[in-house]
């Protein structure tokens, strides 16, 4: 069997011209399994080949097109041919395109007195669609990683280096940044759809510095945004990036419809400082709730400190001496969980006289456990009273349906910050390289990332704009 591949090209005038690309073959009588259907090498020959072709017939009518000056109409005349490099999603390839001398009057504009067509087509030599997978793969996986993915999976000869992907990934986050920035100028000055109901989930956690000092840390600040009960987008930013300002966080809560009379909870674990900065983004007073999650764990870790030793002895004199202690931290959890943490608190100052009763007989045995459970119940005191105006009625909460933990804001902080730039990374960055990868990260979790740059219209300096079939044949 043979199968002859042809592709054919048709002009705007109707002209045909076609090429052959070349035949497959296979046996019938002896098929073996590694011959059904195309192999990885034929299908990048095929695919080269009809890219190959496609690109070379693209520049040559592009450059017919800007041959014409758009302002005076003058045939403008070739100069030299250059070498110009092309990198696409099926990789590199290397084409010979005419350089054109520029009409006086485009010379008095200020432009160049000679250019290249295919270079002012693609100005970085890569497509955007690879461009934006560049950035998807960087932000997806370590630079060193995704260049060899693309080796593996890709068609060849594509430039696909670490520094390469680093270099487009943080253009990206770049660009995206600004675009964040005009945005949220422009919905500071309007007017934006309201909520009924937001809650901001936010927390802060750090990152190496790139200078090699074991004292300074980048923080980075993260968390998700619910909106009328729904999940709405992950954000991350490091605040002493250059160029970031508060402004764009203020822009992303705006396009929720916070600061627009809608009732708005913060849930965060009791940290004054990121209370405080969204108090500063929205107009309206925020409802601050402490979470669930972080009381669960400091509660596991006060357990685990009333389970005091004893001797055999003591234990068949008294098997349940300590059931007492553990029943105080449980009416503790009760207490909170029922939104009364001055309840909570006079549990707990039981338990510290508890545990002095306790160690009457046995400080001489056993002095490092008495202090632990100290530490314990002056660090779980000292939270709690502090937070005793942000702790709600999490019965009530829940029963109601509304977020009474940060699970879904520990799951982007893991997601989104530990899994790519701290958790197994020995990765060291700088403000803006983290700020800029978090950008793109963030807009591939959420989905919005593209795949492909949008379509623009050209340039008054291509002159392609308004050209019929008829024009490009008498060039």
């Known amino acids: 069997m043979r199968w002859t591949l042809k592709l054919e090209l048709v002009r705007e005038d109707g002209a045909t011209e076609a090429y052959d690309l070349g035949s497959i073959t296979r046996s019938v009588n002896d ?15 095929l695919v080269r080949s009809v890219e190959c072709r496609m690109i070379a017939d693209q520049v040559h009518a592009y ?44 010379v008095q504009r200020g432009y160049r007195v000679a ?22 793969l960087g932000a997806r996986m370590p ?13 060849g000869r594509m430039r696909a280096s670490r520094m390469a992907i680093w270099r487009h990934t943080l253009e990206i986050g770049k660009s995206i940044d600004a675009d964040q920035r005009r945005a949220a100028l422009a919905r500071l000055r309007g007017t934006s759809s309201a909520a009924r109901a937001v809650s901001v989930g936010i927390d802060d956690t ?20 619910e909106r009328n009960g729904k999940l709405a987008e992950r954000f991350a930013f490091v605040s002493s990036a ?38 500063s983004a929205v107009a309206p007073k925020v409802t601050q709730q402490l979470d669930w999650f972080h009381i669960g764990m400091r509660l596991e870790r006060l357990r685990k400190s009333v389970q005091l030793p004893m001797s055999y002895e003591e234990f068949v004199r008294n098997p349940g001496l300590f059931k007492p202690l553990e029943r105080r931290v449980s009416r503790i959890r009760d207490s909170l969980w029922r939104g009364r943490p001055w309840r909570a608190l006079l549990h707990l100052a039981q ?22 459970l100290n530490r314990a119940i002056d660090d779980f005191s000292g939270y709690i009273g502090g937070n005793r105006r942000a702790v709600p009625d999490f019965a009530r909460a829940r029963a109601a349906g509304r977020r009474i933990s940060t699970a879904h804001v520990e799951s982007v902080m893991n997601h989104l910050i530990n899994h790519r730039m701290s958790k197994k990374q020995q990765m060291r960055w700088s403000p803006a390289g983290a700020h800029y990868l978090l950008q793109v990260r963030a ?6 990332l593209v795949t492909f740059a949008p379509k623009v219209p050209l340039t008054n300096r291509s002159g392609i704009r308004g050209l019929r079939g008829d024009d490009l044949l008498s060039l």
């Open 31 to 45: 098929v073996r399994p590694e011959e059904v259907g195309l192999t990885l090498e034929e299908a990048r020959t």
């Open 351 to 372: 338990l510290r006289r508890d545990a002095r009763q306790w160690a009457d007989g046995t400080a001489d045995r056993y002095p490092d456990v008495l202090t632990r």
């Open 115 to 136: 250019f290249l067509p295919l270079g002012e087509l693609i100005p970085r030599r890569t497509t955007p669609e690879l461009r934006f997978l560049f950035a998807e």
């Open 242 to 279: 250059p160029g970031w300002t508060p402004d764009q966080f203020k822009g992303l809560l705006r396009q929720h419809g916070i600061g627009t009379g809608a009732s708005m909870r913060v849930i965060s674990d009791g940290d004054d400082g990121l209370r405080n900065f969204v108090q």
């Open 143 to 155: 630079y060193r990683e995704a260049s060899r993915v693309l080796q593996i999976c890709g068609f």
């Open 63 to 106: 450059t017919l097109c800007c041959r014409r000056c758009p302002d005076c109409g003058r045939v403008q005349q070739f100069k030299d041919v250059r070498t110009k490099c092309v990198q696409t999603i099926h990789g590199s390839y290397r084409f010979r395109g005419r350089r054109i001398t520029a009409c006086p009057c485009q």
């Open 206 to 225: 750090y990152i190496r510095h790139h200078q090699r000092d074991a004292g300074r840390q980048i923080q980075v600040t993260g968390g998700r945004i």
């Open 443 to 448: 807009d591939v979790l959420n989905g919005l």
